[in-house]
């Protein structure tokens, strides 16, 4: 399974950007799907996360401002990101959780996109 991120890039503070996730391969489904982002010089830490049912949990630095979603017949998950402010600056990747035949459960990790919020 690959996870294929994309929509970052640089943006006002106050301004908006779109991340999408899409997940190729074998399987036999995705559970949950989140992002989870790293600033320089701090742990990496989870934005925001979806399960298969649309269930939605949030860190409180995000909530109001964040919204993740998913198309589950495209096996893709979304971040859409408002209100940026400069702290939101970071590497954002994505991660799921695969259901396998042979493997059972397991995570898989899709490549950083960077954001970031700079006047």
């Known amino acids: 399974v690959q996870l294929q991120a994309s929509g970052g890039g640089l943006v006002q503070p106050g301004g908006s950007l779109r991340l999408s996730c899409a997940a190729s391969?074998?399987?036999?489904?995705?559970?949950?799907m989140s992002w989870y982002r790293q600033a320089p010089g701090k742990q990496r830490e989870l934005v925001a996360s979806?399960?298969?049912?649309?269930?939605?949990n949030y860190a409180g630095s995000v909530k109001g401002r964040f919204t993740i979603s998913r198309e589950n017949s495209k096996n893709t998950v979304y971040l859409q990101m408002n209100s940026l402010k400069p702290e939101d600056t970071a590497v954002y990747s994505c991660?799921?959780?695969?259901?396998?035949?042979?493997?059972?459960?397991?995570?898989?990790w899709g490549q950083g996109t960077q954001v970031t919020v700079s006047s």
């Open positions: 991660n799921a959780v695969v259901r396998d035949a042979i493997m059972g459960f397991y995570n898989r």
């Open positions: 391969g074998s399987f036999l489904s995705i559970n949950s």
């Open positions: 979806i399960t298969s049912g649309g269930s939605t």
